[in-house]
């Protein structure tokens, strides 16, 4: 079939409606908290833990789930989550979700490095989890590239990094502690753009609906070669001057939230309809199908 970039309007790609300023923020909150569980995780091997932070980190995850009930039909309903484990990956993320507040919250509680290791890996394994429920959303084009799984888990943890480095120069950690999460910071930076970059490409090779990369493209999502190249040249300079730090993290924060709610609400068009063969007027070769409202590019 050929992309039809013009389209027809009633059986163009649609916005989803379905999903809301709540889904995202599920996947704003919930990235960011457990991206921030695990760099105080990691931090505190190079320095002592700022257990504070781990309180956060809970706090937005925590929020993000909340965002989601407050999306339900009927709230009350909510167990119903737990009962597909085998096969969906919403109650997947739930699940992992009891242990991970579990164990991180005793990790907080009791100032248990040990514990705070565990718990930091069920982090990963809820941000996967995310990745992992917009993927399995085979509807929509924008969602369903396998692509996605990894730019949502680095725009987590980058996102968690950003707010660590904040937390990190107001709680008055070292300036060689700060060099240090600043280094860390950049990787996460230079990987999440890298990782984007591939998700787009192939986003765009494959066809997707034409408004989806419209709004990818024209908003950027502070994803752009001279965001990324800014918010990279910040990072390097707090090298030197540490406090920098604030500005470059709250920015990697910024970005990946403003990609996250894009993502869900503004870019998420569903399939659309597709012809599968032109047929031909009188004697002749029918056409190849169209699919209105597509392009690749």
């Known amino acids: 079939m050929v992309p039809d970039p013009v389209g ?22 919930g990235g960011t908290g457990t991206g921030l569980f695990v760099a105080t995780i990691l931090a505190g091997m190079m ?40 096969r969906s990956w919403m109650s997947r993320e739930a699940i992992i979700a009891l242990p ?18 565990l718990a930091a890996l069920l982090a990963l394994l809820f941000v996967y989890a995310q990745g992992r429920i917009l993927r399995a959303a085979k509807g929509i084009p924008a969602w369903r590239q396998k692509e996605i799984v990894p730019v ?21 950690y070292s300036r060689l502690d700060l060099q240090l999460f600043g280094a860390a910071l950049f990787v996460l930076v230079a990987a999440r753009f890298v990782l984007w970059r591939q998700y787009r490409r192939a986003l765009g090779a494959g066809g997707a609906p034409a408004a989806t990369l419209s709004v990818l493209d024209r ?13 990279l040249a910040l990072t390097l300079t707090s090298l030197v001057s540490p406090p920098l730090l604030i500005v470059a993290g709250l920015m990697a924060v910024a970005t990946g939230w403003g990609f996250k ?10 399939q659309g309809f597709s012809i599968e063969r032109m047929p031909a007027r009188g004697a002749g070769m029918s056409a190849p199908g169209i699919k209105p409202g597509w392009t690749a590019q």
């Not at 790609?13 to 909150?29: E, H, K, M, V, Y």
């Open 8 to 29: 027809l309007a009633q059986v163009s790609p649609q916005l989803q409606t379905s999903w809301d300023w709540r889904a995202a923020g599920n996947f704003i909150c």
């Open 47 to 86: 320095a002592p833990v700022f257990w504070p932070a781990l309180f956060i980190a809970l706090a937005l995850v925590g929020t993000g789930l909340f965002c989601v009930w407050l999306e339900i039909g009927r709230p009350w309903r909510f167990l119903n989550v737990f009962r597909q484990p085998a």
């Open 100 to 117: 991970f507040f579990a164990l991180g919250g005793l990790a907080w509680l009791l100032h248990s490095p040990l514990l705070g290791i």
């Open 152 to 172: 949502i888990i680095a725009t987590g943890l980058t996102e968690g990094a950003g707010l660590f480095v904040v937390i990190a120069v107001l709680a008055g």
């Open 219 to 231: 908003l950027n999502l502070g994803y752009s070669g001279a965001s990324q190249t800014l918010l």
């Open 261 to 270: 709610f894009a993502l869900v609400t503004k870019a998420a068009f569903n």
